[in-house]
């Protein structure tokens, strides 16, 4: 991808300060030189009267390419005092010096030249305007390639530290484990690379056959910038670039196309960027050049855990299905976990990892008897020892996977029936003893069973659910889930009110 080159602006003539204390020879130097041109360009004359005046000219405009220096101003030595502040004090050593005196014999010292890199000395009598146009010429020539050589230097020096910091963003954004992270992750070092104030990373999710229109997704964005600015001239800037598989510069707007492999492009969009250097145009297609394969690995690493997640779900449905539990007990539990991990300051990840297993938590009763399942009545003794083997069964079944998911659902199917208190089964556990999943999946588990009906039992208003969780906190279940659960009962409500029975 690339910007669209700008045009070529008109040529800046080049800064040239006259330092005398006399005005005519101000007038002088100025008309003589008023033809003058060196590769294109014409000179722009700056005036000083006084050294004092001269430094702070000097300290304000950055880019003088030449100064005619007088020697004697209101003191013997004002013109070399300006002359080593320029280079000491100021640490100027590109603008080119021609030392100019009235006063014959008064020649400055051999290291005084050598010292200051004064350019050039003459006397006032000998400027006729031939010496005067060659010495201009010679010294803005020897300035003009200095600044060549110091541009390329600063040009080597800004691939180097662009690189460095591609490298550190792409090594940064690759860490990212999902869309949603990568895209922020991708925006916040293309804003920080070109200095950017305001841009959005977007993925079309959907185009109308019969209207035409394009709806698009923001994944990400920095700044002010959001729904409402995908007005309809934007809009169809993102239809141009995705249509014609090309990024493009409108005004200050900047519209980049990125396509991967599966054919789901993303368009990035940066605002103020008309001032954008080519180094940074170089430096953002070396970024992006890796953005498409990234995408690839993002989406195909996030199928492959959907897909886990997915089957994990539709067989936590059929146990609970054929223990007669609620429809959609499952999805609710995994909802109200993600809840509480999050509100208690787990991880993302760990959140995330909570939040697929946690619907494997009675895979075991998979091998329990429908005698002993289905029974609509109180169990026996020998029954509830068989119907508390469920735990060790369901350990049974998952143990030994490496996967995160199934790891934590091992741990949650083998724990989730252990108490507080220990008086749980199978093993006994008290307190942290147990798994934070489990103690989560507990909470969560007895919310959803009190708020929903059963087969033996009504649904129980909040009021008396929120009663109920305080009085079994710290025997059953963990006090600390329970208080985050209370607090937050509004949107455990909400969860319920989503997926209903």
């Not at 010292?109 to 060659?134: A, G, M, P, S, W």
């Not at 950017?196 to 035409?212: D, F, N, Y």
């Not at 670039?241 to 707007?253: E, M, P, Q, V």
């Not at 609509?376 to 143990?399: A, F």
């Amino acid at each position: 991808m690339s910007f669209l080159s700008a045009a070529t602006p008109k040529l800046a003539p080049w800064k040239v300060l006259l330092v005398d204390d006399e005005p005519d020879i101000h007038d002088i130097t100025k008309l003589t030189l008023s033809r003058f041109r060196l590769d294109g360009r014409a000179l722009s004359f700056l005036h000083a009267y006084s050294g004092e005046e001269a430094k702070q000219i000097l300290a304000r405009e950055s880019d003088i390419a030449l100064v005619f220096l007088d020697v004697v101003m209101e003191r013997e030595d004002s013109g070399l005092e300006v002359a080593r502040w320029m280079r000491q004090d100021l640490d100027n050593q590109f603008t080119r010096i021609v030392l100019r005196t009235g006063q014959p014999g008064q020649a400055p010292e051999e290291r005084v030249i050598v010292d200051y890199d004064i350019n050039d000395y003459k006397e006032k009598t000998e400027l006729d305007r031939t010496k005067l146009f060659t010495t201009t010429f010679a010294a803005l020539r020897a300035y003009r390639d200095i600044m060549k050589v110091e541009d390329a230097r600063r040009v080597q020096l800004t691939y180097r530290e662009g690189l460095e910091r591609v490298i550190e963003a792409s090594a940064h954004i690759f860490q990212q484990r999902n869309l949603k992270d990568f895209a922020s992750g991708l925006l916040q070092q293309v804003v920080a690379l070109l200095r950017l104030e305001q841009s959005m990373l977007l993925r079309l999710t959907g185009a109308s056959v019969i209207t035409g229109e394009s709806h698009y997704e923001i994944l990400a964005r920095i700044g002010e910038m959001g729904e409402g600015d995908i007005g309809p001239e934007l809009v169809a800037q993102l239809d141009e670039a995705r249509h014609n598989r090309i990024s493009k510069l409108h005004g200050d707007t900047y519209v980049g196309y990125f396509p991967n492999s599966s054919g789901k492009a993303s368009l990035l969009v940066l605002k103020g960027v008309e001032e954008i250097s080519e180094i940074d145009v170089q430096l953002l297609d070396v970024f992006c050049s890796g953005v498409a394969i990234a995408f690839d690995n993002i989406l195909l690493n996030q199928e492959i855990t959907d897909t886990q997640a997915e089957l994990i779900l539709r067989l936590g449905d059929v146990v609970e299905s054929r223990s007669n539990e609620a429809g959609n007990h499952v999805r609710r539990m995994a909802q109200v976990c993600h809840l509480l991990a999050q509100e208690s300051g787990m991880s993302e990840d760990e959140t995330a990892v909570l939040m697929h297993a946690a619907p494997m938590h009675d895979i075991g009763k998979i091998a329990t008897p429908d005698a002993v399942l289905l029974k609509p009545g109180r169990l026996t003794p020998d029954e509830w020892e068989v119907m508390k083997q469920h735990p060790t069964v369901g350990l049974q079944i998952l143990d030994g996977s490496q996967r995160p998911i199934l790891k934590a659902a091992a741990v949650i199917a083998h724990q989730h029936h252990e108490k507080w208190d220990g008086s749980g089964y199978p093993q006994g556990l008290k307190a942290e003893q147990i798994h934070p999943y489990a103690r989560i999946v507990a909470v969560a588990d007895v919310f959803d069973a009190l708020t929903h009906e059963r087969c033996y039992k009504e649904a129980w208003p909040i009021s008396q659910v929120r009663d109920y969780l305080r009085e079994v906190a710290g025997h059953h279940l963990d006090p600390h889930y329970v208080d985050i659960l209370i607090k937050n009962l509004d949107k455990a409500d909400e969860i319920n009110r989503r997926w209903p029975d």
